[in-house]
């Protein structure tokens, strides 16, 4: 798949750290294997969701929301990451169909460390951290055998991940290795287990396995994992699947969070390393708003491995990233930045400096928000419970990458979460309600989405996040804030000074408050001066057939000749059909669900809008 770049990779490397508990690695203070044992006192006892609940946690840790962007289940042996994928899996419809004499059939359960090993038992059996969604043909290729590099491959998948013979110095046997894209993923893997079942895997009988607890790994295959930790340094998709399992399983794998913990442990790159990395090169502005910069560059070289690249703007540290694009935020309108790129190595030795480029961010008027934000909570008496979604960006934007989460009584973890679907075209907004809403307050049939979801079941002390990308990114409540109310049998309104979400919630600063159920301004985009309302019918000037009941129609103008032009609404603000300079009296649209849409008419100087209701 072509790699979408996105305001992710600022929030992954930053607003990302700050989804690691406060406090969470405070008592690893230890090096070798003694900071070994303290990381497993951290993450063991996590919870259990089940081998079924796997595919339940799938849903938001393995969701392709980096190289396509389009929503698909994101399987190591399947993925291109340069080119298109030979196929795709879609949640929950093409898994476990037990038919996989081909690539393509079906995905299951891929155990990085197979289940034979520990003899299928709980808790290793369901643990996401190393329990990873792959292709069913591939996965049983693979079988048990340990991960490595192929000197003579007998298989190859449709993605380049490969069976053969073994060329691991000192072992001789068959080995499966991955492409180059997933190699750290799955070294950190192998290191998770390593540390969170140190209590267990000295008895365990592998390949790759020493007989100890400590050390755990062969000497072949330990130098094999730790290169394969430097040549594939973190990704965003490893943070964004790191922060998934954790809302499932409480529990993380710390050597996504703390890179460094790896070699601390077990060796690796050399801290008297005096070889600096390369500059980078070819460093480009991909896209701006008004208070952001997109960056893209190509890779620098380095005797060891690149392990990081600090971004400059004005000469100013801004951000750092692990890959090759970042986003730098909280930018002037109409301003010029003077923005370069240095790469590191996990020595801490920086390059020369990238060449210096200079970008001028866009202008307030063409949206000025960094990203989507809550701009409306209606928490009123009964299941009268709305959230409205703004989009500020000057941009239109997927929403396959965004979920709505809830946390419970102001204690324990974040839902599994709600997900989004469609695209918000800049200033719009996106409206999610109960489904028990009343009538009085809101229409459901106006809704974008109606849910009886644990999501919209919250009350007065239940913070609501809006996670992009399983990261945090705005947040009404305080997590974790006990039993107080912040907001009970209230309306409260984002206030126009805010265009950009926060993971702070400021009742006073940010939000207007109003009384109990007041629900007149939700999904307020723009105020249409409505003809009339048409239920489809054929009587009226404007003909509507043939009854839409799968959401089919066409719309006929009589025998006007003047060209014209039609835009579809929907209630909630959203463009869902735009055509321009008809000359045809029949226009096509596909694919509407149910629901209240406004038609907006243009036919020279004389602007008609109509609403009709699809039931």
């Excluded at 499932?248 to 460094?260: C, G, M, S, V």
């Amino acid at each position: 798949m072509k790699k979408i770049y996105s305001l992710f990779f600022l929030f992954c490397f930053t607003a990302g750290f700050a989804q690691i508990p406060s406090g969470y690695y405070n008592t690893a203070t230890g090096t070798g294997y003694t900071l070994k044992t303290q990381l497993y006192n951290i993450i063991k006892d996590h919870t259990n969701n089940g081998y079924a609940g796997l595919y339940t946690t799938y849903l938001t840790s393995d969701v392709d929301n980096f190289y396509e962007n389009d929503g698909t289940i994101l399987d190591m042996y399947s993925e291109n990451p340069s080119g298109t994928d030979p196929y795709n899996y879609t949640t929950g419809t093409t898994q476990r169909c037990g038919n996989y004499s081909a690539e393509g059939d079906c995905y299951n359960r891929e155990h990085i460390i197979p289940q034979s090993v520990f003899n299928e038992q709980s808790p290793m059996v369901a643990d996401a951290h190393f329990i990873t969604p792959t292709d069913g043909k591939v996965n049983g290729m693979r079988s048990n055998y340990p991960h490595g590099t192929v000197s003579t491959a007998t298989y190859t998948s449709q993605n380049g991940s490969k069976l053969g013979s073994s060329s691991v110095s000192g072992y001789s046997g068959t080995v499966f290795e991955p492409i180059n894209a997933f190699k750290g993923d799955i070294a950190r893997m192998y290191f998770y287990f390593a540390t969170r079942y140190e209590n267990t895997v000295s008895g365990y009988s592998y390949a790759m396995f020493d007989g100890s607890s400590n050390k755990v790994f062969t000497t072949a295959f330990l130098n094999l994992l730790l290169a394969w930790h430097a040549q594939d340094p973190v990704s965003a998709r490893e943070i964004a699947r790191n922060n998934g399992i954790y809302g499932r399983q409480n529990n993380r794998n710390p050597y996504i969070d703390h890179t460094e913990y790896v070699n601390q442990i077990w060796g690796g790159t050399s801290s008297t390393d005096t070889q600096a990395p390369t500059a980078p090169t070819s460093l480009a502005s991909t896209s701006k708003t008004a208070a952001s910069i997109t960056l893209a560059w190509n890779a620098s070289t380095d005797n060891v491995a690149v392990t990081g690249y600090d971004v400059y703007a004005n000469s100013v540290l801004k951000t750092t990233v692990s890959g090759l694009t970042a986003t730098i935020t909280g930018l002037t309108a109409s301003t010029s930045y003077s923005i370069y790129v240095k790469a590191k190595d996990a020595a801490g030795n920086a390059s020369a400096s990238s060449s210096t480029i200079a970008v001028t961010t866009n202008s307030s008027g063409t949206g000025t928000a960094t990203d989507l934000l809550f701009s409306e909570y209606i928490e009123g008496s009964g299941n009268n419970k709305a959230l409205e979604i703004a989009n500020n960006t000057g941009s239109s934007v997927s929403l396959a990458a965004y979920t709505i989460k809830k946390q419970t009584n102001g204690a324990g973890a974040w839902s599994t979460g709600l997900a989004l679907t469609g695209t918000l075209t800049t200033g719009s907004k996106f409206v999610i309600v109960n489904s028990s809403i009343s009538s009085t307050c809101f229409s459901t049939s106006a809704a974008n989405i109606s849910t009886t979801a644990t999501e919209l079941t919250f009350n007065g002390n239940d913070a609501v996040g809006l996670f992009k990308n399983g990261v945090l990114i705005d947040i009404i409540g305080t997590f974790s804030g006990g039993t107080a109310n912040f907001a009970v049998d209230v309306t409260l309104r984002r206030k126009s000074t805010v265009t950009s979400p926060s993971t702070t919630f400021n009742l006073s600063a940010q939000w207007d408050s109003f009384t109990t159920d007041t629900c007149n301004n939700l999904a307020s985009k723009r105020a249409y001066a409505i003809e009339e309302e048409v239920v489809v019918s054929e009587s009226d000037e404007i003909i509507i057939y043939p009854n839409p009941s799968d959401g089919n129609f066409n719309i006929g103008l009589g025998n006007s000749e003047t060209p014209f032009s039609i835009e579809i609404i929907s209630f909630a603000g959203q463009k869902v059909f735009e055509k321009e300079n008809i000359t045809s009296s029949e226009v096509s649209v596909q694919n509407l669900s149910s629901g209240i849409y406004v038609i907006k008419i243009i036919e020279g100087e004389k602007t008609t809008f109509k609403k009709i209701i699809i039931n």
